[in-house]
């Protein structure tokens, strides 16, 4: 190993009139067989006639295999440790397989809507017989009633809570009452949430505690207030990976979550994170279209729910720490995210080499041929606005192309990502002046078209 690294060697030590060689003993063998086998019988020889000793062994049965790591740790060793595997005593620990168990209780908080409500009914095909769901509505939640009767139906049988999970004495109360009227807590899934986007210089104390309150701090009231259960799943999301703009106080909470997995697993305690990225079908995404399109936009598409409780799956049933489960075009997700590019998670997600966009706007100057001055610039202040309205989640430009694009909330982020819009649409790249003084879609039309007649000078003339 030293010898390929090209370690460095201290002489002081051949002051002592020593001699240091390298042998390679596998190229000899390979070059000079006969050389080594001769080597070998001497040595065979010697030995036999117990001129020559074999090297001191300490042997160690299997089930002492702790004790010989431990003296070889210590260093105090001489010769060979070893470690007979054949030994009656020897006695595995075999974690047994994990199931979700019918004389168990499961707790799904956020279980009565959306994605939380899925894996209730998962829970429920998976043998599952107790179900306590938790949110702030309990069963008057919309829908709520009929999934109960739903769950209820499949054979579980099935109590909705109506409590704060951020609160310590709400969930506390609840959890004293499964306590008293239902089987053994038997696992945990904290899937409640809420989102307030706004800015970060937006945010402020209340924007913060409404969404690290459910998420966050609830995470830590259920971690603190249960003991060891056969799984704790904490649903975290993507954005807590890679930063999502106005969220950042959801990203916050949701780093919470993926700090909790990782402090429990320490502890011994079960914890398993998954980070979501866009779930399809239900949940608040899929109740949102202008931001399903913007993260469609992003290179993220809804997967769905049956995908998705795959991952869910692996995590329970292989006690994973923690998993990523997500559906993205990793090139198209990439370009979105400007402020990371170089990071190595995306460009080992990525083959950044040929990921760009195609060069030069090629595909644009030709759909230009045939078009007027002002069919060209009506294309480009199209395509424009359709970039700015999706960067900036709006259903219709609500917004005068002359109006410059600072004033409709434009800020650098959302430059970066409507730059990031228009190379992957033409392949042009937009350079940070051009849009740092805010320019309105006009303006920004009138650049772009000035950068693609230079770059198809032929087109000057048509
Ligand atoms: N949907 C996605 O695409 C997506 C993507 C990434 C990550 N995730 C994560 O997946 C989980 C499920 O998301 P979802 O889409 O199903 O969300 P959802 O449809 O908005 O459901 C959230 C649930 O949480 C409950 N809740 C909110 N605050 C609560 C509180 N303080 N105490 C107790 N319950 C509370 C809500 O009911 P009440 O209003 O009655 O309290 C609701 O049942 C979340 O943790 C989310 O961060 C989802």
Not at 7 to 13: E, G, K
Not at 68 to 96: T, W, Y
Not at 209 to 219: C, E, H, S, T, W
Request: net charge negative.
């Amino acid at each position: 190993m030293s010898f390929e690294q090209d370690a460095p060697l201290n002489l002081r030590p051949f002051n002592e009139n020593l001699l240091y060689a390298s042998v390679d003993a596998d190229r000899l063998m390979a070059s000079r067989p006969e050389y080594i086998a001769g080597i070998i019988s001497e040595l065979l020889d010697l030995m036999t006639e117990k001129r020559l000793g074999i090297v001191p062994v300490t042997l160690f049965s299997a089930s002492r295999v702790e004790e010989a790591f431990r003296l070889m740790a210590r260093a105090k060793h001489i010769g060979k440790v070893c470690v007979a595997i054949r030994d009656s005593e020897l006695q595995l620990r075999v974690n047994p397989p994990r199931r979700i168990r019918p004389d168990a209780t499961y707790l799904v908080t956020g279980g009565l809507s959306g994605f939380g409500l899925e894996t209730a009914k998962w829970l429920v095909d998976e043998g599952a017989r107790h179900l306590a769901l938790v949110s702030r509505r309990g069963a008057d939640a919309p829908g709520a009633r009929d999934a109960i009767r739903y769950l209820e139906a499949r054979g579980a049988t099935v109590r909705a809570f109506a409590a704060d999970v951020g609160h310590r004495v709400d969930i506390a109360t609840v959890l004293d009452d499964i306590a008293a009227t239902m089987p053994p807590l038997g696992g945990i899934i904290h899937s409640a949430t809420v989102l307030d986007d706004r800015s970060l210089a937006e945010q402020d104390r209340a924007s913060l505690d409404r969404v690290l309150g459910p998420k966050a701090q609830g995470a830590w009231n259920l971690h603190s207030l249960t003991a060891d259960l056969d799984f704790f799943v904490l649903y975290s999301s993507i954005s807590s990976l890679f930063g999502t703009r106005g969220q950042a106080n959801y990203v916050a909470a949701n780093c919470v979550l993926n700090s909790l997995a990782t402090l429990r697993r320490r502890q011994g305690l079960a914890a398993s994170v998954i980070q979501w990225g866009v779930l399809g079908e239900t949940g608040i995404v899929a109740r949102d279209v202008n931001t399903a399109k913007y993260l469609e936009q992003m290179g993220l598409s809804a997967m769905s729910i049956d995908d998705a409780l795959m991952g869910l799956r692996d995590v329970i049933y292989g006690d994973l720490e923690s998993l990523t489960v997500v559906e993205a075009d990793w090139s198209r997700f990439a370009a979105s995210l400007v402020p990371m590019a170089g990071d190595r998670r995306i460009t080992l997600l990525t083959n950044a080499a040929g990921s760009g966009a195609p060069g030069a706007g090629a595909e644009v100057i030709e759909a230009f041929k045939g078009l007027s001055e002002e069919g060209r610039r009506d294309h480009i202040q199209a395509l424009l606005a359709k970039i700015v309205t999706s960067v900036m989640q709006m259903e219709e430009p609500s917004f005068a192309l002359s109006q410059p694009l600072h004033e409709v909330g434009m800020d650098s982020i959302m430059g970066l990502e409507i730059a990031a819009g228009l190379e992957r649409a033409i392949g042009l790249r937009l350079n940070a002046l051009d849009l740092a003084v805010g320019p309105s879609i006009e303006q920004l039309a009138q650049t772009i078209l000035d950068r693609l007649t230079n770059a198809a000078p032929e087109e000057r003339a048509a």
